[in-house]
């Protein structure tokens, strides 16, 4: 390949270009997502790319604030933001463009968007997103659902060994807060227990060092972290915590009694915005899926009952994670119509579930053609052939 061609072929990292295959097997996984959504009453909003820096920064978009790309409109000589996260988006439009509608509301979304750093785990900078949310429900019920949905989405296109890891990630600051401990000893446990350095927890933790080293420890399959949870005085605050858990658990088992479900009782990295119960969808076949959970959507004053947004909950799917779990479907029949078909001959091969590639010049070897153009099958006579 030449120097100049190469050089036009070089992209930043962590941005790459989506082939025909790729492309095509995303589309449908997307298709699907969206339809089991929207089956189970979530109507699709679809945001826009970039927006004012202060509406997409402002609520849970703050957490983003270091992913974000900013610009300058030349337009409004105002700062302007590429979205790193829709999530904050469907709150916008949920307590601005929708705050009429009926709640609970339910609302689903596809899209792309732009991370100025990849992770070691993640290293693409730009990748689609699909989830929903669910705004202005403060039941478990609520909370199960969107698990469920999410579970139920996933398994109908073909995502093998499904788990789900809950957390609370309010649970410590409210146990600690509670025990009478500063916001720079909170700030230390938190950076203790996302290392699990229970030596740590011991040497900073104080009065809450025995219960959090227990409740770091309980952490793993979902039966014995409540027993294990069930077990300890938790301060007042905790308490709601630990009852929204307990509560949820109980319907996603009952709801579906073979999901394996795990439970971190000291989790926090990666769910800073959310204010109550979250998880993480996981796959032995990709690693992790997707994340959601607990937040407030509406900055102050905009939404509704305490001041501080209204309650929601919800979850976004990773696609270019979750692509490496699912099997890519069969892609239908491509066959070579000869120049001088007609239109009328191709449409019926199409109506029939072919995919038709027009000849667009006489050529004395259709099937070589055919086999050229990616075509299993070529036009003869009025009769589908094999190219060979």
């Known amino acids: 390949m030449p120097a100049d061609a190469l050089s036009s072929a070089l992209l930043p990292a962590g941005l790459h270009d989506v082939l025909p295959s790729e492309a095509a097997h995303e589309a449908a996984a997307v298709e699907r997502l969206l339809a089991e959504f929207a089956a189970q009453g979530y109507r699709r909003v679809d945001p826009p790319l970039v927006e004012f820096e202060e509406n997409l920064l402002s609520g849970p978009g703050a957490a983003m604030s270091k992913q974000t790309f900013r610009l300058m409109d030349p337009h409004s000589q105002r700062m302007m933001a590429v979205r790193a996260d829709i999530t904050p988006q469907i709150a916008r439009i949920a307590t601005t463009r929708l705050k009429n509608e009926a709640r609970p509301l339910r609302l689903c979304y596809a899209g792309q968007v732009l991370r100025v750093k990849g ?19 403060l039941e478990a019920e ?134 109550g119960l979250s998880f993480t969808l996981f796959s032995r076949a990709a690693g992790e899926l997707g994340q959601g959970g607990r937040y407030r959507a509406g900055a102050q004053g905009e939404g509704k009952g305490d001041g501080r947004g209204e309650p929601a909950t919800g979850f976004t799917l990773y696609m270019d994670t979750l692509l490496r779990a699912v099997p890519a479907a069969k892609a239908p029949g491509r066959v070579y119509v000869p120049h ?42 009025g009769d589908v052939k094999p190219a060979g």
């Not at 992770?119 to 669910?134: A, D, K, N, Y």
């Not at 001088?340 to 091969?349: D, F, I, M, Q, V």
């Open 119 to 137: 992770s070691q785990l993640r290293p693409e900078r730009q990748f689609t997103q699909v989830g929903v949310e669910l705004i202005g429900a």
């Open 142 to 275: 609520a909370d199960a659902e969107v698990v469920l949905l999410a579970v139920q989405a996933l398994t109908a296109i073909g995502v093998p060994h499904l788990s789900v890891d809950l957390c609370v990630p309010t649970m410590v600051s409210r146990i600690c807060a509670g025990l009478g401990l500063g916001e720079e000893e909170i700030r230390q446990l938190r950076a203790a227990l996302d290392r699990k350095d229970s030596a740590a927890v011991a040497a900073v933790g104080g009065p809450a060092a025995q219960l959090l080293e227990t409740l770091m420890s309980a952490s793993g399959p979902a039966d014995r972290a409540m027993q294990a949870l069930a077990a300890l005085p938790l301060p007042e605050g905790a308490e709601k915590d630990r009852r929204r858990l307990t509560d949820t658990l109980v319907l996603l088992r009952a709801a579906m009694p073979d999901l394996t479900v795990t439970i971190d009782l000291v989790e926090h990295r990666g769910f800073e915005y959310q204010t």
């Open 340 to 381: 001088g078909s007609g239109w009328e001959t191709a449409r019926r091969l199409r109506a029939d579930g072919w995919v038709t590639v027009a000849g667009l010049a006489p050529v004395t070897d259709a099937a070589a053609e055919a086999r050229r153009l990616q075509c299993g099958h070529w036009l003869a006579g």
